[in-house]
């Protein structure tokens, strides 16, 4: 159980004594006369009796500063001030020189967010709004313990079913004394357990365990009354939903649209928010990428795993056979997938609302799934470069107005606009299948990859290479022209895929 802190005074004296042999002294705090006496050693006790009656009158620590001088004098005749008045006084002028009063508190700290409340009921009480939409039936119970991971006395959270609280004190109270189990009796016991513990109906469905996301601490401490939060407003900072930044790693498997549904977002948010990783909806998935992903999420999580029972079609892991002479852009299903049925117990691991894992821990396979089977390649498909230097980018890929006529309104390539006579290089290295005259294109050169894939490059000046010549990525093929269908110099440069062209910037870097 927590205790409250006690008060505390901070008084900044400054003390100045008179003549030991004066006798008449009179008391003089932060320039106020308060008082005289013939004794100077009972000045101590008086101002400590003011302090107690400051105390009384305020709960929380209060900060006073106070200057304290003594000015003795020898008198024939003088008169001195009884206790009270001088303790009244005093107690006056520490009132109208009261700093700040402070308060005692429960500081709950949850990542970097700290809230302060009166009352360890109050904490509970947060912890519990937190804990309440998961867990309706309240069965579990909050406490608030020390934390054995720190030195100091930081208290921490631990949640565990009430039930099982209540069956460990009832244990405590009534323990007996019993020997051990003999070793024959013992087995049989442990062979009909695991024979009664086979099929759905052995086992207990429900939620199981539960915790909070984020470590929980709460230390005594002081705050201004001004500080110190509502219940309801607490409740209010620590579960509403605000943005957080998480990450999500590629499995087998995945695909963007997969992902989207696994972290409840859209793929144009994947894309929006992972434009290096997935620039596009035709982007490929590396296993072991990390995604960002922007998840609303209160600050403080709540960690709950539950023991379900379903049935489900289900599909067997895909299966590969690889290939060392084929690229990774190659594959071929070799066996079609079939779909399965079973019956499941499994637990259910959520943050918050948000599915994050799930343990099958039994399954009746009604329907065995048959996997599918895919041979693909594993050796990495060749690079793409720029094929010129510098030169500006006139017309991108895609639907257009036809610049001239004659021209086409669908772009399937890329124009930069340079000189003619500018060298142009192979994007890749591959065979020429095709340099010279090319109708629309004026001088082209085709080149074949391979893994399939094609260069083309158009509107030419003059052709450097000949078909059927092997050329190496980067090499001299061509100088830049106006040649063709054409509205001024420039290269005119497409990447096929299959025979299709693509987007050639999805490959290039810029």
């Known amino acids: 159980m927590l205790i409250s802190a006690l008060l505390v005074f901070v008084l900044i004296p400054g003390i100045k004594l008179g003549n030991e042999a004066n006798n008449l002294v009179t008391i003089f705090i932060n320039g106020v006369s308060v008082g005289s006496v013939n004794d100077s050693t009972k000045v101590n006790d008086y101002i400590t009796l003011a302090r107690k009656k400051i105390a009384r009158e305020n709960e929380g620590l209060v900060l006073i500063n106070y200057d304290l001088v003594l000015s003795g004098t020898n008198k024939i005749f003088g008169s001195v001030d009884g206790e009270d008045k001088i303790v009244e006084n005093i107690y006056n ?37 937190s804990k309440k939409p998961y867990d309706e039936d309240n069965d579990f119970n909050i406490e608030i313990v020390l934390d054995p991971t720190r030195e100091l006395n930081v208290l921490t959270t631990n949640i565990r079913k009430t039930e099982e609280a209540e069956l460990e004190a009832k244990k405590e109270e009534n323990k007996e004394f019993s020997l051990p189990m003999a070793g024959a009796t013992k087995k049989l016991d442990e062979m009909f357990d695991k024979a009664e513990s086979q099929g759905v109906d052995s086992y207990e469905f ?48 995945d695909t963007l649209s997969t992902i989207a549904e696994k972290t409840d977002t859209t793929v ?13 909806e035709e982007a490929s998935l590396m296993i072991g990428d990390v995604l960002n992903i922007t998840s609303p999420e209160p600050k403080l999580s709540v960690l709950r795993t539950e023991k379900v029972y ?10 590969y056979i690889d290939n060392d002479e084929w690229y990774t852009t190659e594959s071929v299903v070799r066996r079609e997938p079939v779909e399965g049925f079973r019956k499941v117990v499994a637990d259910i691991t959520y943050r918050n609302d948000k599915k994050s894992n799930v343990d099958i821990i039994y399954e009746d396979q009604v329907v065995e799934a048959v996997a599918k089977v895919i041979e693909r390649g594993t050796k990495s498909p060749p690079t793409f470069i720029k094929p010129l230097s510098g030169g500006r980018l006139s017309s991108g890929f895609g639907r257009r107005k036809a610049p001239k006529k004659g021209a086409s309104t669908y772009h399937r390539g890329v124009d930069w606009a340079v000189p003619v006579g500018t060298s142009i290089f192979a994007s890749s290295g591959g065979t020429v299948v095709r340099a010279g005259w090319g109708s629309g294109y004026g001088y082209c050169v085709y080149i074949q990859h391979p893994n399939g894939m094609m260069t083309r490059y158009g509107h030419l000046k003059k052709v450097l290479v000949k078909t059927g010549q092997t050329v190496r990525q980067g090499e001299k093929i061509a100088l830049s022209g106006n040649t063709g269908v054409s509205t001024g110099p420039h290269l005119h440069f497409e990447i096929l895929v299959d025979g299709v062209q693509v987007n050639p910037l999805t490959y290039v870097p810029q």
């Open 206 to 253: 429900g939620i199981f365990e539960l915790d909070f996301g984020e470590n929980v601490e709460v230390v005594q401490a002081y705050a201004d009354p001004s500080d110190i939060s509502t219940l309801e407003e607490a409740i209010d900072m620590v579960t509403l939903e605000s943005e957080r930044n998480v990450t999500y790693e590629v499995v087998s498997g």
């Open 310 to 319: 379903y049935e489900e079609n289900y599909n067997a892991p895909v299966e």
């Open 93 to 129: 002028v520490f009132k109208e020189n009261i700093q700040k009063t402070k308060e005692p508190v429960y500081e709950v700290k949850i990542n970097e967010l700290t809230i302060n409340l009166r009352t360890t009921q109050e904490v509970l009480a947060l912890l519990n709004a």
């Open 268 to 280: 144009s948010e994947l894309i929006a928010l992972n434009q290096e990783t997935i620039p596009n």
